[in-house]
């Protein structure tokens, strides 16, 4: 499942957030609050640093989710919330403002991440972990449903 999930993220293309003013050192915070969807909803603030040229995060689209396809090494983004942003979480938003393909594009949510980073210190993102599994038990389930034969 793993592989054909980053297969996928492969060919569905990708792009790099490579510019953000960098003002400060790094620091992070974090929430978490459960979704009814079997998923859990984290509130990740990504502070710029000086050591590093940008917040280092990839992302593509995949179907209705802007998921995390790379994190830097050494990268604000692989430092914020302790290490908690990892390839496949899903970006839910970005400040106050609600991520939701097809009507937000990567470029899109990139300009929101790029335009938080330039008029702020920090960027705080809305992430959903656990999705995989979810959608997974929902496609098992609704497979055994209508799978009864006949």
């Given at each position: 499942?793993?592989?054909?999930?980053?297969?996928?993220?492969?060919?569905?293309?990708?792009?790099?957030?490579?510019?953000?003013?960098?003002?400060?050192?790094?620091?992070?915070?974090?929430?978490?609050?459960?979704?009814?969807?079997?998923?859990?909803?984290?509130?990740?603030?990504?502070?710029?640093?000086?050591?590093?040229?940008?917040?280092?995060?990839?992302?593509?689209?995949?179907?209705?989710k802007v998921l995390i396809l790379d994190i830097a090494t050494g990268s604000p983004s692989e430092h914020a919330g302790g290490g908690l942003l990892k390839v496949g979480d899903a970006v839910l938003a970005v400040g106050s403002t609600s991520v939701r393909p097809p009507k937000n594009t990567v470029k899109e949510v990139e300009k929101l991440i790029l335009r938080h980073s330039q008029t702020s210190l920090t960027v705080d993102l809305i992430i959903l972990k656990g999705w995989q599994a979810a959608e997974a038990a929902s496609a098992a389930s609704n497979s055994e449903k209508g799978g009864g034969g006949g």
């Open positions: 499942m793993l592989f054909l999930l980053l297969c996928l993220l492969l060919l569905a293309g990708d792009t790099t957030i490579t510019s953000a003013h960098a003002r400060s050192t790094s620091s992070t915070t974090r929430s978490t609050t459960s979704t009814p969807n079997g998923g859990q909803r984290f509130r990740v603030t990504i502070q710029a640093t000086t050591k590093f040229k940008g917040l280092g995060l990839r992302l593509v689209k995949l179907g209705e």
